[in-house]
């Protein structure tokens, strides 16, 4: 076996594909001396990297828990011009993760409040920050399960180290006291430390219904709005429109 299999069948075992299928291009930009060896070697090694962070990038998309993948692109501000576009782009700079800076989207259903959040935590999550989605109300059952289970502290931690926690769908239903409290222990263990991200279709003076207690909302929402940059939508259903342009578009078939 000469030399160049060994070398491939090394490189494949060393999981060093980029490498391998270029391995015969840069031989050759070699052989005519359009590359010098460190300079191939250079490149093939940022082929591996290039690779490497892309799967990484892919890895921690994929862990976010995200209800589907839709970027700030795929929004449609036209729609909703009510919402400040630079500001939304400014977001995007995720200098509020570097500040531990809180989002609040607030708005009826079906303006985009998710759609917002979910971009924003795709691009944290692109960015290698550690990111999560959950619905509150799936938030709230597996904390209330762990605390029957004596593991309520081990279960807020895991939700207090991302360091950026999408939850969604704050206001849809009230919620009891234990959950209630377990909420509020949440929210202190990531003030300051970490970003959070809500969304609500419920206004923040009607919180206290949410949580059963205007004293324990309101120290809630001390917390979520120290550092916050609060977002408030307007407009008709993104929902709506997909519906209407559904008709329009069969109405001309």
């Known amino acids: ?13 060393l999981n060093l594909v980029n490498m391998k299928n270029n391995l015969d291009k840069y031989i050759t930009l070699i052989n ?24 990484a990038i892919a890895s921690m998309v994929k862990v976010a828990n995200f209800p ?6 795929d929004f449609d501000f036209d729609f909703q011009p009510g919402i400040n576009k630079q500001q939304i782009l ?10 531990n800076e809180n989002i609040l989207f607030v708005g ?3 303006v985009g409040k998710t759609h917002l959040a979910v971009s924003l935590g795709i691009e944290c999550a692109k960015h290698r920050y550690s990111t999560y989605f959950i619905h509150f109300q799936e938030l709230i059952a597996q904390l209330k399960k762990a605390l029957k289970e004596n593991r309520l502290e ?15 769908e704050i206001g849809y239903l009230p919620i009891d006291k234990d959950g209630a409290n377990i909420f509020f222990q949440l929210i202190s263990k990531r003030y300051e430390k970490h970003s959070t ?10 919180w206290s219904e949410i949580f059963g207690s205007p004293v324990l909302a309101q120290a809630i929402l001390d917390r979520l709005l120290h550092h916050s940059h609060v977002i408030s939508i307007k407009g008709e259903s993104y929902r709506l429109k997909e519906k209407l342009e559904f008709f329009s578009n069969s109405s001309k078939q």
Do not use: C, W
């Open 154 to 168: 081990v279960r807020l931690k895991h939700f207090a180290k991302y360091k950026v926690l999408i939850i969604d």
């Open 68 to 73: 589907f993948l839709k970027g700030i692109e």
């Open 1 to 13: 076996m000469n030399v160049y299999i060994k070398l491939q069948n090394n490189l494949e075992e």
């Open 108 to 110: 009826t259903p079906g």
């Open 32 to 55: 005519n001396e359009e590359k010098s060896i460190v300079e191939a070697l250079y490149e093939l090694s940022e082929l591996e990297l290039k690779a490497k962070r892309k799967r």
């Open 90 to 99: 400014d977001l995007k700079s995720l200098r509020f993760v570097e500040n």
């Open 197 to 206: 991200i809500i969304t609500t279709n419920t206004p923040f003076s009607e």
